[in-house]
């Protein structure tokens, strides 16, 4: 039970948190945060044209617990509203089947991972499998935006 209302918080925490982002000049102010669900990402990033940023999780992690801080910095904030579809994979129970098969379909071997795939969820633009502090996490998205927006351009 203490697990489950420490994800429900973690997950409350992303999305509040990303949701009171300060506004910048091109970013609507929330971010919505799916939960683990990949096939809702991929429709809504292939609809959208966007990226997808996975985050993996633990409640047991307080370097999965810093990146919750670094998600709420409004540069983050502002790039991720804009341009990505992000997901929040808890993987603290690492017994559990759907964790197993989410960890091993994007080769997340530790806590915390956030990684950006293409609107099809097949090829992987970028990968950390540490904590990011707001600056470099921001540059690295724009980074993969663009790259995404170069791979999929008509």
């Known amino acids: 039970m203490e697990r489950r209302a420490f994800c429900q918080g973690l997950v409350g925490l992303l999305t509040t948190g ?5 506004k910048t000049d091109y970013a609507p102010d ?3 945060w799916i939960d683990a669900d990949f096939d809702l990402a991929r429709a809504r ?6 990226p997808v940023m996975l985050f993996f999780g633990a409640t047991w992690d307080t370097g999965s617990k810093q990146m ?3 998600f709420r910095e409004p540069e983050v904030c502002g790039v991720l509203s804009y341009g990505y579809v992000a997901v929040f ?4 129970d690492d017994e559990r089947p759907a ?4 960890a091993e379909r ?3 071997i530790g806590t915390p991972t956030t990684l950006v795939t293409t609107s099809t969820l097949d090829a992987e633009l970028v990968r950390f ?3 990011v502090y707001p600056r470099r996490l921001a540059t690295a998205l724009r980074i993969a935006k663009r790259k995404h927006d170069a791979l999929f351009a008509t």
Do not use: H, I, M
């Open 18 to 22: 990303l949701a009171a982002c300060g």
């Open 30 to 32: 929330d971010v919505s």
């Open 45 to 50: 990033a292939l609809a959208l044209g966007r």
């Open 68 to 70: 919750g801080k670094t």
């Open 89 to 92: 994979v808890d993987v603290s």
């Open 99 to 102: 964790t197993r098969r989410a």
């Open 106 to 108: 994007f080769r997340v």
């Open 129 to 131: 499998n540490e904590v």
